[in-house]
């Protein structure tokens, strides 16, 4: 990715805009993306209560 940057950089003689896009567009994309993903170590309530009711 900061191959990418700096080359976008160098292709727009000098001009940070199309890289700091870039760039703003990627962070959101993982920033977005992680919300979807399953929170680990949580276990279901009713598991637990199923552990409980047979002890």
């Known amino acids: 990715i ?3 940057f700096g ?3 160098d292709i ?4 940070y805009t199309a890289s700091f896009i870039l760039i703003s ?3 959101s994309t993982f ?6 993903l399953p929170e680990t170590g ?3 309530e ?3 209560k199923e552990k409980l009711c047979a002890e």
């Open 46 to 48: 009713s598991t637990i």
């Open 7 to 9: 080359k976008l950089v």
């Open 42 to 44: 949580k276990v279901k």
């Open 31 to 36: 920033f977005i993306g992680s919300f979807f």
């Open 25 to 27: 567009l990627i962070s």
């Open 2 to 4: 900061l191959w990418l």
């Open 12 to 15: 727009n003689q000098g001009d």
